[in-house]
């Protein structure tokens, strides 16, 4: 039955074949990770550099392989030193260093990849947004523009009741005298100034309803250029012409609104009286114009008063806010609308921090072998590589050993050195080799 250090050792010899195999092509794996995220670099920051020719191309290669070598560096750096920590304070510093690089390579080449992906459906996204902008803002002005022009209705009915007043005054109902006098022609002129107010407003219909019609086409023109094909940035140029006409023609229909004309009508309506001259008889009948009129003015003073409150509430209506197109290039959208493309930005960040799952397989991996070895002897941990270097090792020793003169005898103070051996002497014994020199000369020869 095997020891569990038996099981342990066999693990670990396992574990390090397959570590061994697939550090063969580890580095070649990482160089291709980093020269793909170069390249999404690249055309990332192509879309950030102004102007056009050869110095902008350089630019942006050189920015993109500074890229690739960094993120190749870093995560051999990462792959070699972080499995071999052994203590938790180490690992946890290494740990550290990994997360301020992972947040360097997002913040130098992520996002830029992130734009490479999806950077002309993040300006489309923009457009879109814009038009969507625009149009509220071009139908709230119109409903408020329309809202003025109901005003119209409010004049009319004001101009209807004078009109009725001078009437029943012709019939001789109001101050008792028929005919067309003072109090007829008060009621005439405020009758007929609130009828070129009806005008003015009837007027303004038309170049409502004309504007309103204008930038509905122009708006259909701009959703068109958010899913043309071609190229973004050139749909983008005349998408910002069609947003300059769309944005002057929301400030001339804000401009159409009748509400501010209306409301400086009523508050002149009940001010601006020309009041004529008496032509009654007699003075009871002058005293009875006077009375009528100062009745027709509290009435006029009250249709004023209606009036300018119900223009007063269409000109207390919020406007829209204010709608701008502003150009965007393909990496500010892809970070102004990162929500709508997670999967671009999980894509483009995946790539440059893939090989940080390897450096954890790996510390994981190693520490398993560690694991297995710990406690286990040295003979049950050698492999036949390290035994034959230390049977080699052994025999180098011996060699040097025997081939070394023996040490000089010591003897008293004053004795003379002994005879040297004369050239008769028979050769001395042959050394006994030890038997590690044995058995490696005997594992070097050849087989007969």
């Known amino acids: ?40 670099t690249y055309l990332g920051v192509s879309t950030l550099l102004d102007g056009d ?11 993109s392989i500074a890229v690739s070598t960094g993120i190749f560096v870093f995560w051999s750096y990462m792959m070699r030193l972080f499995p ?25 080449s992520s996002w830029l990849n992130a734009a490479a992906l999806a950077g002309a459906a993040a300006v489309e996204q923009h457009l879109a947004v814009t038009v969507q902008s625009y149009q509220g803002t071009l139908e709230r002005t119109n409903e408020i523009a329309i809202s003025a022009q109901g005003l119209e209705r409010d004049v009319a009915r004001v101009r209807q009741s004078f009109e009725g007043l001078s009437e029943q005054e012709a019939a001789g109902t109001l101050s008792g005298m028929a005919g067309r ?53 050139a749909r983008s140029v005349e998408f910002s012409e069609q947003a300059v006409q769309l944005a002057g023609l929301i400030t001339q229909l804000r401009q159409l609104s ?55 509430e269409v000109i207390a209506i919020p406007p829209p806010p204010e709608s701008t197109y502003t150009p965007i290039s393909a990496a500010d959208a892809v970070i102004l609308y990162a929500r709508n493309f997670i999967p671009s930005w999980a894509g483009a960040i995946a790539i440059d921090l893939l090989p940080g799952v390897l450096v954890l397989i790996v510390a994981i991996t190693q520490g398993l072998i560690r694991e297995g070895r710990e406690g286990a002897a040295i003979e049950d941990t050698m492999t036949i590589a390290e035994l034959r270097a230390a049977l080699h090792a052994a025999r180098d020793v011996d060699r040097a050993y025997f081939a070394s003169p023996p040490p000089t005898p010591s003897g008293p103070a004053g004795a003379a050195p002994p005879d040297p051996v004369p050239p008769s002497a028979p050769p001395a014994a042959e050394p006994v080799s030890s038997p590690l020199a044995s058995e490696t000369d005997a594992g070097d020869k050849p087989s007969s």
């Open 181 to 233: 006098g003072a109090v007829f022609r008060v009621l005439r002129q405020k009758s007929a100034e609130l009828a070129g107010l009806e005008t003015q407003i009837a007027s303004q219909a038309p170049l409502v309803t004309s504007a309103f019609a204008e930038g509905n086409a122009l708006l259909s023109r701009m959703r068109a250029l958010t899913v043309e094909p071609g190229p973004v940035e």
């Open 53 to 63: 020719g050869a110095m902008k191309a350089f630019a942006a290669i050189a920015y």
């Open 84 to 108: 071999a920590m052994r203590t938790a304070k180490s690992r946890t510093g290494l740990l550290g260093a990994m997360g301020l690089g992972s947040l360097a390579i997002i913040a130098m």
């Open 258 to 312: 009748v509400a501010p004309l209306v409301q400086r009508a009523a508050q002149d309506l009940a001010a601006s009286v020309v009041l004529p001259e008496l032509d009654g008889r007699t003075a009871e009948d002058r005293n009875d114009q006077s009375a009528t009129i100062s009745s027709v003015l509290e009435v006029l003073q009250q249709r004023a008063e209606t009036l300018e409150r119900a223009a007063a």
């Open 1 to 40: 039955m095997s020891r569990p250090t038996d099981r342990g050792t066999r693990m670990a010899r396992e574990l390090e074949g397959h570590l061994g195999w697939l550090d063969s092509f580890t580095g070649a794996a990482l160089g291709v990770l980093a020269v793909a995220s170069g390249i999404y």
